[in-house]
Every structure is written in structure tokens, then in C-alpha cells.
């Protein structure tokens, strides 16, 4: 069987490309995203990055020998689109043979929750790529940790990050977020989830899983590059679709969104026949995938984006500080200021709305802010980068009594936030409102629009990039 070898980034794009990813153009927030540069220059500077020369036509490069004794399955061939560095990987399993504690950890979206699969708990791929490990290492403690949320991207994933993940000390991370990430702020919140990981104290394993949906949407050509910079395993049932290896009918549900259980299945068994191969390399000492680095893993120079929300964070109301009266922030150059309470944020005034126990999508959702009469709220935020999570319930204003915000940021609109909009189900929705590249106060104001009919919200949380 012909086997991938080393592939450059451009080869490793094009092969995606027929993923069909296509970029959001109908949700509020992509008004308010960052201008990145295109994917072909990405492309360009991620080569140069790993050393390795594009050529126009993205060929391959020469094929390398044949490892023996590990037959790799067409399947598995064409979804290994990279294997990477699996030096972390190998480790994990070592400390998983001699017994240890072991965390798996999944972040990602509805599929990584579980949706369709049934029973959703024993039968979405995480679970099932999970159980690999136990039936592989059954003298260890191994862990399981699912951080899936429907409907979000990779911006609230890198806000939640430290909270639903990392605070568990993970031994491996999955992150998926190629079928709702939409728009190029995600490149720069991907890249963030990446770098927050590798870099972190416990140093995980961290595996790019790559997911379509019917029609072939999928933002793994973008994601590609930045997963290929730092060397990350690529594991893209996407890619099966692309080459005919699979069809949708057989593994996906009728939403055109989601697996059914036999594509739970079909995901979870690619994980596990990567696990193999990287076991077979662990214990022979030859190499599974020819695109695999055994080397110890060292961490790339530079950034392909901005990389701002690898600091990321969500605030909920236990964060806010009060003041008896209310403080005119407009003058207010640091929350550090003398008069100023302690605490990074502040109210200014809560009008109607009022601290309340909210929709509960969040994993370590605490209270956050409620009205239904479609009050006003103003509060000070210093930080990088600072964007607003709220419900967004399935219908419009009349039917879901949702109101319609304008914000206000410094006393400049920025942004619209719709309390209603006819989708799939009630939901978790963002708003990014400041994107800066430096740690300043900004005094953000929430009112209903011009036209709003709705008296209900809520404010889930408030999104920071803050650097330390």
C-alpha cells in the first residue's frame, strides 16, 4: 500500500481544500472580527516555519520507506494527514503502562458533546476513543474529561479553556472545532488553544481532529496550517468524505450536521488506530506513519496570528466589583486609579437588570446578569480583548420575548447582539467588542436597539484576553 510521507503545508492545504470550508457570513459577530492575513500567506509562512520548500504544484515528496509490521488501513491512511510529533504522546503511554494517573481530555463542539449518538454518554467518539486507552492500559487510573458544548466555536472554547480543561491537568487534549469555527477570528482563537496547551505545566498531547458536515463545510484548511506549525497530529475524517472513503449517508444524520453512531464509531476508530501506531513506534522503535517525529518536542518560534487568547477568560457576576455609588468611568484610565474599588470589573449602573442564575450552557457557569425589561447595564472592563456571551434563544422577538442590544464601547457603537434568531435551538452566542493589542479600561454599555420589541436577556459572561 503506496503511504503519505512528509507533506509542506501547501500540499497539506490543497489536500484539505476539498473539504469545501466556507466562511460564516449571516451571524452578528462576524461584523466585529479581526482582519487576519489570507490562509496562501499562512500557507507560505508556515512552510517557512518548519523548514520545508512549497512548490507550486503542492507534490509530495519523495516516498520514504515502508515501516514493517504495522499495516496502516486506507482509512486511517487518508485521515492521518499529519502524524506529527508524538514524542509527548509516547510518554503519556509509558506513564499509562507503568500505572499512573492518566487525564483524556476533548473540547470541542456539539459533536464532541455527544449529539446524535445514542445513548450520547457511552457512544460519542469520545467516550468510545477514550475507552481505547482503559482497554489498552488497564492497570492505570485513567480519567475522562468531555469539555463539548453545542454550538460553540473555538473563541468561547479558548475563554473556557482553562476552566472545562486544562485546570485537570490533561495528559491528552482532542480539540474540535473545525465544523463551528466560521470566520477568521477562529484561526487566531485556534492557534490560541494550541499554544495554551503545549505550553502548559502538565504538557499534553494535544491532537487536531478535524470534522465536515454533509455538505462538506469544514474549516480544517484553515486550521491546517497552524496545527502543522506546532506540529500537531492531524486527524481528519473530514478528509474521508473528500476522497470517497466515506459517505454521508452511512455515517451522518439527516440534520447534515452531525454523526449518527456508526460515524461515532468511524471517528473513534481513527483515534484509536493512531493510538496503535504511535503504541507500535512506543514499544518497536519503527515508525507507524511516516509522517511521524519521535523527536523530544520543542516548541516553534513565532506565532502564525495575533495568538491574544491564549490568556483568555470568562468573568461572571462573582467577578464584578460594586461600588455603594455609581463612578463616572469616562475619565478612568486604569481600574487601578485611586477611588477606585478593587476588582477588574465593575458596574457602573445595572438599571433592571439584576445578578441571576442564567441558562446554564456553560460548564462552570456562575450567575450572570438578567433583565426582562429590557434595561440598560454599564460596566468597565481593562483587558486586551473583551467580547460578550449571552443566550440567543430559537425564534424571533416576538415568540421568544428576546430583546435586541446595541453596544457601546467608550461611547462608540460596535455592535449589535440579537436576544433571538431562528436556528437550530436556544444557544449559547458571542459578540466580540474590543479586539485590541494592549491591556486598557474600556467602559462598555448595553441598550436595547432602535427597533427592539423584546424584554428579555442575559448576560451569560464577559470574555477577556488578559494577559498576565
Given at each position: ?286 515508525k507507524a506513519f511516516d509522517t511521524m517525529d519521535t523527536a523530544d518536542y520543542e516548541m ?169
Amino acid at each position: 500500500m503506496k503511504k503519505k510521507v512528509m507533506i509542506s503545508a501547501l500540499a497539506l492545504m490543497l489536500a484539505l481544500s476539498g473539504c469545501g470550508a466556507k466562511e460564516s457570513t449571516t451571524t452578528e459577530s462576524a461584523a466585529m472580527q479581526t482582519t487576519e492575513a489570507k490562509v496562501p500567506e499562512a500557507k507560505e509562512t508556515e512552510a517557512q516555519a518548519t523548514g520545508e520548500e512549497a512548490t507550486e504544484t503542492g507534490a509530495e515528496q519523495k516516498p520514504t520507506e515502508e515501516p514493517s509490521g504495522f499495516e496502516v488501513s486506507p482509512m486511517l491512511d487518508a485521515a492521518v494527514m499529519n502524524a506529527g510529533n508524538v514524542s509527548r504522546l509516547m510518554k503519556v503511554m509509558d506513564r499509562a503502562e507503568a500505572g499512573e494517573d492518566i487525564t483524556i481530555a476533548y473540547i470541542g463542539g456539539s459533536i464532541t458533546d455527544g449529539s446524535n449518538a445514542s445513548p450520547k454518554a457511552t457512544e460519542c467518539y469520545a467516550w468510545k476513543s477514550y475507552m481505547w486507552w482503559k482497554e489498552a492500559f488497564p492497570e492505570a487510573n485513567i480519567s475522562y474529561v468531555n469539555a463539548g458544548i453545542g454550538a460553540t466555536d473555538s473563541y468561547i472554547g479558548a475563554h473556557r479553556l482553562y476552566e472545562d480543561v486544562l485546570k485537570e491537568n490533561p495528559d491528552v487534549v482532542v480539540v474540535e472545532f473545525s465544523v463551528n469555527d466560521t470566520t477568521m477570528i477562529n484561526k487566531e482563537t485556534y492557534e490560541s488553544i494550541l499554544r495554551r496547551c503545549l505550553k502548559y505545566e502538565s504538557e499534553p498531547a494535544v491532537i487536531s481532529l478535524m470534522l465536515c458536515t454533509e455538505g462538506g463545510n469544514s474549516y480544517s484548511e484553515v486550521h491546517a496550517p497552524v496545527a502543522f506549525k506546532y506540529q500537531v497530529p492531524i486527524i481528519s475524517y473530514a478528509h474521508l468524505f473528500a476522497v470517497g472513503e466515506l459517505k454521508w449517508e452511512q455515517v451522518g444524520d439527516k440534520d447534515g450536521v452531525h454523526p449518527k453512531n456508526e460515524g461515532h464509531k468511524v471517528i473513534a476508530e481513527l483515534l484509536g488506530g493512531f493510538f496503535d501506531g504511535v503504541n507500535y513506534t512506543r514499544t518497536t522503535g519503527q515508525k507507524a506513519f511516516d509522517t511521524m517525529d519521535t523527536a523530544d518536542y520543542e516548541m516553534p518560534r513565532g506565532a502564525l496570528t495575533s495568538s491574544r487568547y491564549e490568556d483568555g477568560r470568562i468573568l461572571y457576576a462573582e467577578d464584578f466589583s460594586v461600588a455603594e455609588d455609581a463612578i463616572d468611568f469616562g475619565s478612568v484610565e486604569s481600574l487601578d486609579d485611586p477611588g477606585v474599588p478593587e476588582g477588574q470589573v465593575k458596574y457602573i449602573s445595572l438599571d433592571s437588570f439584576e445578578v441571576a442564575d442564567v441558562r446554564h450552557i456553560l460548564k462552570t457557569n456562575k450567575h450572570g446578569f438578567k433583565t426582562n425589561e429590557a434595561g440598560k447595564i454599564e460596566f468597565a472592563v481593562e483587558a486586551t480583548a473583551i467580547g460578550i456571551a449571552y443566550l440567543q434563544k430559537n425564534g424571533d422577538s416576538e415568540s421568544t420575548g428576546m430583546a435586541d442590544y446595541d453596544v457601546y464601547v467608550d461611547g462608540e457603537k460596535k455592535a449589535v447582539m440579537l436576544g433571538s434568531n431562528k436556528s437550530w435551538g436556544d444557544h449559547l452566542a458571542y459578540t466580540p467588542v474590543v479586539e485590541g493589542y494592549s491591556k486598557e479600561t474600556h467602559v462598555i454599555e448595553l441598550v436595547p436597539a432602535e427597533n427592539n420589541t423584546g424584554t428579555d436577556f442575559e448576560i451569560l459572561g464577559i470574555c477577556i484576553a488578559d494577559p498576565m
